[in-house]
């Protein structure tokens, strides 16, 4: 792998380990505002300091009375975690596109986690770029899909694959990627014939789905990055 190469794989994989961290503490502090009322412990003004001579106040009343909210409404999905949750496999799933565009990375995904199977590793690559599709162009909780978004991506299944249907399976147990858990395993199948405009997209790929696709991204960058240390 050349210089640049380890470069883009540098900047992807430190992209992915500070959006698969920022979910993880993302959920925890939702979960904390669904348990204590925050708000009566909120005592010091929400200052950013930009720089030593400028600082940026808060609205103090906007984060007191969300943090209420939150709390008086513990039994429903506050917008908080979505946005959270939303970003972080919009951002993960991008930095994998980028380095996967990258030859040299894309061996080292070939060799070190497909064991050399072609297809399965272009079936992940086109889940990640149907994932990042999606949430470049969705910020809500309830995402709904455009055909339009994925014109390129078509195109590019019917020419490449004489199909429009990706179907990944991952089986940790038949990988190199070490993990001990039981019967655990990614699988999404996307037929493009059945998407239509204001299909679900949790329809399509399920949010339990999801979770475990982005953090197979993470798995995967810490599984190259440890073969290359």
Not at 17 to 36: A, M, N, P, R, W
Not at 78 to 96: C, E, H, K, P, Q
Not at 155 to 162: N, S
Request: aromatic share 14%; with cysteine.
């Amino acid at each position: 792998m050349n210089q640049d190469s380890k470069t883009i794989f540098k900047d992807s994989r430190e992209t992915i380990v500070i959006y698969y961290t920022y979910f993880h503490l993302g959920y925890f502090y939702s979960q904390l505002s669904k348990k204590e009322d925050i708000s009566q412990k909120f005592i010091w003004k929400p200052w950013i300091i930009c720089s030593p001579n400028e600082r940026y106040l808060l609205r103090e009343d906007i984060i007191k009375d969300s943090l209420a909210d939150i709390y008086k409404k513990c039994q429903l999905p506050d917008i908080f975690f979505n946005l959270i949750s939303n970003n972080s496999v919009r951002g993960i799933t991008m930095a994998v596109r980028e380095a996967l565009k990258d030859k040299g990375i894309r061996n080292l995904f070939l060799e070190y986690i497909f064991n050399n199977d072609e297809a399965l590793c272009n079936n992940f690559e086109g889940v990640v770029r149907f994932i990042r599709n999606t949430f470049s162009h969705n910020m809500r909780d309830r995402i709904e899909l455009k055909i339009t978004d994925y014109k390129d991506q078509i195109k590019y299944l019917e020419k490449e694959k004489k199909s429009t249907a990706i179907n990944f399976f991952f089986d940790y147990a038949k990988s190199p990627i070490p993990i001990n858990r039981a019967n655990y395993t990614v699988k999404i199948d996307i037929d493009f014939n059945q998407i239509k405009d204001g299909v679900v997209y949790t329809d399509v790929i399920s949010e339990y789905q999801t979770l475990l696709f982005i953090e197979l991204c993470y798995n995967c960058m810490e599984h190259i990055q440890g073969k290359l240390a």
